[in-house]
């Protein structure tokens, strides 16, 4: 699968990284195209821009702060429009909380299922995430069926165990 990420810190870092040994073919983007090009080069990736990161994909995952959102979707256009998109925000930022996965539908017009914002970025650098003897769980939260089935594969590749935790909620 192609995944396109829009962002290059460290969760775009570590799913990316741990996406590409499971056999996936990804393209990293970032405000410093100087950062991206490091973080493809580290991962196996490529690097783009927000908008060639959203396009290049069967999916596109967001995983810059929550206050970027808007000014990254836009950078994104309708790239990922119609598209599985991966919420990967923290909901919790410098000025409280915000329904990011909303919002991220909104502005890109894809369908957007919430994931991997649970677990410090270490947690995805472990091959697998074994706690115990027992994979993570992985919550997914969406309204698309086809995106979040999409989404428990991209789990199940990094040797969790997807869970379903409902709709991404109204508006």
């Keep these: 699968m192609r995944i396109g990420i829009l962002g290059a810190g460290n969760m775009a870092g570590a799913l990316g990284a741990q996406w590409t040994r499971a ?10 195209p100087a950062r991206a090009a490091a973080l493809a080069a580290t991962t196996g990736a490529r690097a783009g821009t927000f908008r060639e990161a959203a396009g290049f994909g069967d999916v596109a ?41 909303r919002e991220i539908a ?44 999409l989404a428990r594969g991209l789990a199940a590749d990094l040797g969790c165990a997807p869970v379903d935790g409902g709709g991404r909620g109204p508006g």
């Design 106 to 149: 909104r502005l890109s017009g894809g369908h957007v299922v919430k994931a991997f914002n649970l677990c410090h970025v270490d947690v995805w650098r472990m091959t697998p995430p074994v706690f115990g003897g027992r994979p993570l769980a992985v919550p997914l939260c969406g309204d698309d069926p086809d995106a979040l089935a």
């Design 61 to 101: 995952a967001v995983a810059v702060l929550a206050e970027a959102v808007p000014a990254v979707l836009a950078e994104a256009g309708d790239a990922a429009r119609g598209k599985p998109v991966i919420d990967v925000t923290n909901d919790v930022g410098p000025h409280g909380f915000r329904p990011v996965a």
């Design 23 to 32: 056999g996936h073919e990804i393209m990293v983007s970032g405000r410093d």
